[in-house]
T-cell receptor, first 114, second 114 residues
Framework: DAGVIQSPRHEVTEMGQEVTLRCKPI?????LFWYRQTMMRGLELLIY????????DSGMPEDRFSAKMPNASFSTLKIQPSEPRDSAVYFC????????????FGSGTRLTVV | AQTVTQSQPEMSVQEAETVTLSCTYD???????LFWYKQPPSRQMILVIR??????QNATENRFSVNFQKAAKSFSLKISDSQLGDTAMYFC???????????FGKGTHLIIQP
């Protein structure tokens, strides 16, 4: 298995532009998570899905952030409009169950908003 | 809400030495899981070790072992015979049973000196 695949690996965009981050979870994993990592706040859970359905989006910072999972093999995290304070590394992770087994992270997308 | 505290922002030891990273957490839950993740410069989040709170026996994975003290809410990671490749950020994480997101500490930057 290729693991959790995220794209792009790096993204540089101008303030005000729309940004879309992409994630392909491990096949057979029912749970998908989006995390954000910054120096100030560390790693934070933004939202997670179970069987393609959003379960908890309480970590999404603002309405400018939205996430979708149209099918079991694809998810997107969109920021519109982007702001410099959104600069961070965004991780996608997937897992098989609710006990933390097989909890696997992607390589992350480093987003820089200038 | 749960909190995870790692009180050592940075540690440095010589190759082949043993090093212990500290982690404490605060929760009112009785059933939960604890994790240590390694993040090398490549940015990938790699699971090092996992502990179930109901198990008294400390988890071990080759050179990595934990000291889990449930009453004290302490979960330290011991790395024996440290190697240059162990240089990385190490994150302690908590997940309550039945929930799916991880709560992370701020991390400890471990440097193994040759």
């Amino acid at each position: 298995d290729a693991g959790v695949i995220q794209s792009p690996r790096h993204e540089v965009t101008e303030m005000g532009q729309e940004v879309t981050l992409r994630c392909k979870p491990i096949s057979g994993h029912d749970y998908l998570f989006w995390y954000r990592q910054t120096m100030m706040r560390g790693l934070e859970l933004l939202i997670y899905f179970n069987n393609n359905v959003p379960i908890d989006d309480s970590g999404m910072p603002e309405d400018r952030f939205s996430a979708k999972m149209p099918n079991a093999s694809f998810s997107t995290l969109k920021i519109q409009p982007s702001e410099p304070r959104d600069s961070a590394v965004y991780f996608c992770a997937s897992s098989t169950d609710r006990r933390g087994y097989g909890y696997t992270f992607g390589s992350g997308t480093r987003l820089t908003v200038v | 809400a749960q909190t995870v505290t790692q009180s050592q922002p940075e540690m440095s030891v010589q190759e082949a030495e043993t090093v212990t990273l500290s982690c404490t957490y605060d929760t009112s839950e009785n059933n939960y899981y604890l994790f240590w993740y390694k993040q090398p410069p490549s940015r990938q989040m790699i699971l090092v070790i996992r502990q179930e709170a109901y198990k008294q026996q400390n988890a071990t994975e080759n050179r990595f072992s934990v000291n889990f003290q449930k009453a004290a809410k302490s979960f330290s990671l011991k790395i024996s015979d440290s190697q240059l490749g162990d240089t990385a950020m190490y994150f302690c994480a908590f997940m309550k049973r039945g929930a799916d997101g991880l709560t992370f500490g701020k991390g400890t930057h471990l440097i193994i000196q040759p």
